[in-house]
């Protein structure tokens, strides 16, 4: 019986190939992309004790996969971080393990994210919104 990696929730599953899946699971140990940039810098990304495809479910059976780097856009800088990747030797599911400040699949930081969504929503009515990219550019942390 294997326990259960706290640190980890499963976000999105994507079938890529016939026999390869691959997963996000959020890290949380930074907050905030700057908590990332003070303490962070050499964080070594702690292996998936369980395999979280429920057909699978496999206890210590992840191997290092090659990491990727990611930039991501906090208001006026872009930083380069190392996204670890894990494969599950039984099943062959790739899991991508994203801190929890990203967002799967979106450039900007989530803070950024929320502080856009919040100037979205509380706009007074009658003046004409910009794109979203515009709000995020100008939205200040
Ligand atoms: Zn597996």
Known sequence: MCT???LYFVVAKQQIKERCTFMI???FVFKTLEEYRILGKDYEVLRPSTCPDPACGRCDCFWK???YSRDVLDNDEVVSLRIQRFKCRYC???VSCLFSFLVPYRRYSAEVVAATAETYV???VGVPLKSYRNIAENTTS
């Open 4 to 6: 259960q990696h706290p």
């Open 25 to 27: 699971i959020m890290v």
């Open 65 to 67: 996969q090659t990491a």
């Open 92 to 94: 062959d599911l790739v």
């Open 122 to 124: 509380t706009a007074p």
